[in-house]
């Protein structure tokens, strides 16, 4: 697994990783060659070359040299920049639509009333939230198409929940995001999603917490569809 460099990219470069991924680089390797990008792009195949380079040396991409050009696959910090550049788009042109997630509801791994539970997290979570929630958290994992349209959270402001610590360590930030959810045919409108500045779930992994246990409120199991509402 690629991971970035911090090697900053530009508009330019970011043009390019859109038509890398348009050609297949996302799905596995794209057969491309320099002549045939600046041909799309109008600028000469050194430009081209310079700018897959510069791709290349932020780990955006990885590519390999073949007789009839470059086999190039997108990776995942440079499907992060592209979803990136999906939710300024959407910020744009969806303004005032809920963003739609749905997934099963799963079992999590028994941290999350830890964390909630946690004094330096529970007076911001009643004085930003404006309720004391559950201790614990719904997890829910997104289907395929939830797992890309969870980007879009990256366009909505959300409430920050400050890092803090104590005697023993030091406890990073979290982001809130108003919504409300739904099973079968049950509304619960008084929800936030939250994430972890620095988290180890993937982007298919949704924490959900409320004033009340969702799942007694809701009836729901583990494996229960569940759909989540996060207001723009």
Same mark, same amino acid.
């Given at each position: ?28 390797r794209?057969? #491309?060659?320099?002549? /045939?990008l !600046?041909? =799309?792009?109008s ?6 070359? &310079? +700018? @897959? ?5 932020a780990t955006?991409i990885?590519r ?7 086999? #190039?696959?997108?990776? /995942?910090? !440079?499907? =992060?920049?592209?979803r990136?550049?999906y939710?300024?788009? &959407? +910020? @744009? ?25 946690l004094?330096g997290y529970?007076?911001?979570f ?23 349209t969870r980007?879009?959270l ?6 920050r ?8 360590r030091t406890?990073g ?11 079968d045919?049950?509304m ?17 992994q ?13 009836s729901?199991d ?5 759909t ?5």
């Amino acid at each position: 697994m690629a991971e970035s460099t911090g090697v900053a990219v530009g508009a330019d470069e970011r043009e390019v990783l859109k038509l890398l991924a348009l050609d297949g680089a996302l799905a596995g390797r794209a057969r #491309v060659t320099c002549s /045939e990008l !600046g041909d =799309r792009l109008s600028v000469s195949t050194q430009t081209v070359s &310079r +700018r @897959l380079q510069r791709l290349e040396d932020a780990t955006l991409i990885e590519r390999r040299i073949v007789s009839d050009g470059q086999l #190039v696959e997108t990776t /995942e910090s !440079g499907e =992060r920049v592209l979803r990136g550049e999906y939710a300024d788009y &959407r +910020r @744009l042109f969806e303004h005032g639509q809920e963003i739609e997630l749905t997934g099963a509801v799963t079992g999590g791994m028994g941290e999350g009333s830890h964390y909630i539970s946690l004094p330096g997290y529970m007076r911001q979570f009643e004085s930003k939230l404006g309720y004391t929630p559950f201790a614990g958290t719904l997890n829910v994992e997104l289907d395929d198409e939830s797992a890309h349209t969870r980007a879009g959270l990256e366009s909505i402001e959300p409430i920050r929940i400050d890092g803090w610590e104590n005697d023993d360590r030091t406890y990073g930030p979290a982001f809130c995001w108003s919504a409300s959810v739904e099973a079968d045919g049950q509304m619960y409108e008084s929800a936030h999603v939250i994430a972890p500045e620095r988290t180890h779930h993937a982007d298919d992994q949704l924490e959900v917490i409320a004033p009340d246990k969702l799942r007694d409120v809701l009836s729901i199991d583990d494996g229960d569809t569940l759909t989540t509402y996060v207001e723009k």
